[in-house]
């Protein structure tokens, strides 16, 4: 059946660091990727998209990756801050699946001042 | 411009009753669709309506249902609520289609079923 992980377990870092979040999927074949954002109590705010067809794609102190062999993407915040902290979500979309996104259970991010 | 608006933002039910959820896509977008979000997990897909059509459902029993009016608002009705139906609700809105390449979440309704 299809499968999305993403680490259950809180990532804690420190401030001015890399924070690197994984997404890996199983029996999919995706078109596109989106990474989101949730705040406690409010609804997810869309950051990212990569196509099946992309690499990698940077948007200001964000840059996600997406490895259709290795069914991976990675979503990187570089000089994070606390502000940054927060519940990241990929959602995976297929043609198969007319588009409709299936969400990963999202993982938790702190920057520590 | 305003963005996906969400009515009420919070609601206690009793099982057995009924629920009815409203969202306000932002202007301009003909796609809306609804999700259901439990604690500690990712939002699980209900509804798409696109120019008031039904272009999706989930995996959700006949309790749910939905519709779309003339001016792209919708309603998610939920019939007979059982104690496992307490979530936040989102709905989303879309610009592209049923393609949803970005969507816009409101900040949902909190349903807890006493």
């Known amino acids: 059946s299809q499968k999305i992980e993403q680490n259950s377990e809180a990532l804690n870092i420190q401030e001015g660091k890399t924070a690197t979040l994984t997404c890996n999927y199983t029996n999919y074949s995706p078109a596109y990727l989106q990474w989101y954002r949730q705040d406690p109590g409010r609804g997810p705010v869309f950051l990212l998209l990569i196509r099946e067809n992309e690499k990698e794609k940077r948007k200001e102190r964000l840059k996600v990756t997406f490895d259709t062999t290795l069914k991976q993407s990675l979503f990187h915040i570089t000089a994070s801050q606390p502000a940054d902290s927060a519940t990241y979500l990929c959602?995976?979309?297929?043609?198969?699946?007319?588009?409709?996104?299936?969400f990963g259970r999202g993982t938790s991010l702190i920057v520590h001042p | 411009d305003a963005g996906v608006t969400q009515s009420p933002t919070h609601l206690i039910k009793t099982r057995g009753q009924h629920v009815t959820l409203r969202c306000s896509p932002i202007?301009?977008?003909?796609?809306v669709s609804w999700y259901q979000q439990v604690l500690g997990q990712g939002p699980q897909f209900i509804f798409q309506?696109?120019?008031?059509?039904?272009?999706g459902r989930g995996n959700f029993p006949d309790r749910f249902s939905a519709r779309q009016f003339p001016n792209y608002s919708s309603e998610l009705n939920v019939n007979a609520l059982l104690l496992g139906d307490s979530a936040l609700y989102l709905c989303a809105s879309s610009s592209q289609g049923t393609t949803n390449e970005k969507l816009f979440f409101g900040s949902g309704t909190q349903l807890s079923v006493l």
């Open positions: 202007s301009g977008h003909k796609s």
């Open positions: 959602a995976l979309l297929s043609s198969g699946g007319s588009y409709i996104p299936t």
């Open positions: 309506y696109y120019e008031k059509e039904e272009r």
